[in-house]
């Protein structure tokens, strides 16, 4: 059993793939993230998911905190899945990344004015800055890596600054958000990057494909990646079918079309996507 927070029809396909190749069937569980987590844990040992795959290392990380997972034995996994990326006991590893960066409006902001994320607090931003709630996971993370690049001091002036700068009150996700840069009433926001490829693909209808053209990535360098990744439960029966999910996952083969799936990027290399400018 696979208990997912993603949600794709092209995810589908690739477990049919790893079907098909070794003969393990796959059950798929889709629901939102937290309430895996919470579902898993209600379950104990009687659970019938064998993985757990989430979106955001702050889940992942609580998952392992509330020992949902048990540490997993892979040299595959260890060589797919760069240090960075993955649980330094490895009970989680990454399989896919995701970027947080400035999205904005060039008819309201200048490029110059939006190129960090320290900038987002800049005065002369005052009015024009939209951003998720504090509750969102997305944005703790955002703040954890703030703290790691930046220190505690630094990181408090800039969440300041950037409450300051708001230009109507904190949305509860991220699209509605894309929609209000592209439409003028927030100049800049933070946001991730999928959701902004997700319209402009037309995946979510023509009216917000044409929106986002009027939106503009301004990548940071360093820019705040995040993941989704997922690891072997606790209460798995079939632990070596699980691992063996999880290092398909993270195989070339299967990589691409993972993360292509909802817009965002492979463990390694952003070759494929011409929007990311910063090279590997
Ligand atoms: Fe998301």
Not at 163 to 180: C, E, G, H, K, Y
Not at 197 to 223: H, I
């Amino acid at each position: 059993g696979v208990y997912s927070g993603r949600h794709y029809n092209t995810d589908q396909k690739l477990y049919e793939r790893f079907t098909e190749e070794t003969g393990i069937r796959v059950k798929l569980l889709e629901a939102k993230d937290d309430a895996l987590i919470e579902r898993l844990s209600k379950e104990g040992d009687n659970s019938p998911a064998d993985v757990l795959i989430l979106a955001d290392a702050a889940r992942l990380d609580r998952a392992a905190n509330q020992d949902l997972f048990q540490p997993i034995e892979s040299q595959a996994l260890l060589k797919a899945v760069p240090a960075d990326l993955r649980d330094s006991n490895n009970r989680w590893f990454g399989l896919t990344r995701r970027l947080r960066a400035p999205m904005y409006n060039a008819n309201a902001v200048k490029p110059i004015q939006v190129r960090s994320y320290i900038s987002l607090a800049d005065p002369s931003l005052k009015g024009q800055l939209c951003l998720r709630n504090r509750r969102s996971v997305y944005n703790q993370s955002l703040v954890a890596f703030m703290l790691d690049e930046q220190g505690e001091a630094a990181t408090k002036a800039w969440i300041k600054g950037m409450v300051a700068n708001l230009a109507q009150p904190v949305f509860s996700s991220d699209t509605p958000m894309i929609r209000a840069v592209a439409q003028g009433q927030c100049g800049v926001a933070l946001a991730n990057s999928y959701y902004l490829g997700r319209m402009q693909a037309g995946d979510k209808g023509d009216a917000d494909r044409k929106l986002s053209q009027k939106v503009t990535v301004s990548w940071p360098d360093p820019v705040h990646v995040n993941i989704t990744g997922g690891g072997v439960t606790r209460a798995s029966r079939n632990p070596s079918a699980a691992r063996r999910f999880l290092e398909f996952l993270s195989s070339n083969q299967a990589q691409s079309g993972y993360a292509a799936a909802n817009h965002e990027y492979p463990l390694q290399g952003f070759a494929e996507d011409p929007a990311f400018p910063l090279g590997d």
